[in-house]
């Protein structure tokens, strides 16, 4: 049916929840489908329909999710890892020339949330408090004589994520050492107090920041919020609206955040569904719902603050079982 209302999941991995809030949301009204480069990502098996694809760096790649895309009447797509998400900011006209919305903010957006120095420099420009951060590890130095920073420190790649090769440093022998192994790093401040994370959509029609749901981390694992509370603050809701609407977002985006001697600072910005987002949902903050509305052309009210407090989070392993045979005819 073209009226069908089919969304498209890139990179699903062990995403189940995500595909499964999409899948209650449409309620029948369209298909859920996946990707992944493994057959043995669970969260494909919760979709309606599943492909397995190249890696996304793979010359290929575009044409292939293009091709899905067109083939099964695709109205919206996302990515649920950030290597991919600058590829479909890049060609995002390639997609709605075929009637596709990625949801996902412009490229140069995309961009300034991969690069910690510049998304340091726009929240300085901006008057918004950040990490304090360096790429001149000579101007540190000073910093450190003049009491302005002390150790320690944390030194990582300019470009990453996932907490990939970050480094506790408390000597500048460690940063030297570091400094002579890899090139693009980054020295930032060690922020002692209590992380936060917050999940906002940002409506795709007019660009007003609609839901903000806002968590205390508990627990991390690999980078990821392993047990958080849901709490509201309505200075921290004025400074994440600010910052949303200057930088310029779009869809969905998960925020790092810390709270040291009662002040927020920005961290770091994850263009997509964080990790983390089961939490929003669970406490009624329903992006998926309002990613379905834009697609269907109606603007979203706001709802932010719109959760109880209070709510925990605990994540749990699950496993997902299939038989070889499933795997033939799914694959």
Known sequence: MSDDLNILILSCGTRNKIVNYFKKELAGKGL???T?????????????????????????????ILSICKENNIKAVLSLIDPELSLLAEYKQAFLDIGTVPIVSDFDVVELCFDKYRMFEFLM???LQTVKSYIDKEKFYCDVEAGVINYPVFVKPVKGSASININKVTSKGEIELLFSRFDNLIIQEFMDGTEFGADVYIDMISSEPVAIFTKEKIKMRAGETDKSVSIKDE?????IHEFVKKAGFKGIIDIDIFKVNGEYYI?????????????????????????ISNINGLVNEEVIGYFDEGIYMMKFNEVKIITENQLLERG
């Open 36 to 64: 992944d480069c493994s057959n043995l990502a669970p969260a494909l098996y919760e979709a309606d329909k599943h492909f397995i694809v190249p890696r996304s760096n793979d010359e290929k790649y575009l044409d292939v």
């Open 32 to 34: 859920v489908i996946a």
């Open 125 to 127: 420009q901006n008057g």
């Open 235 to 239: 200075k921290l809701f004025e400074i």
């Open 267 to 291: 961290s770091e910005v994850n263009p997509r569904f964080g990790g983390g987002y089961p939490h929003a949902y669970e406490s009624g903050v329903n992006v998926t719902k309002m990613i």
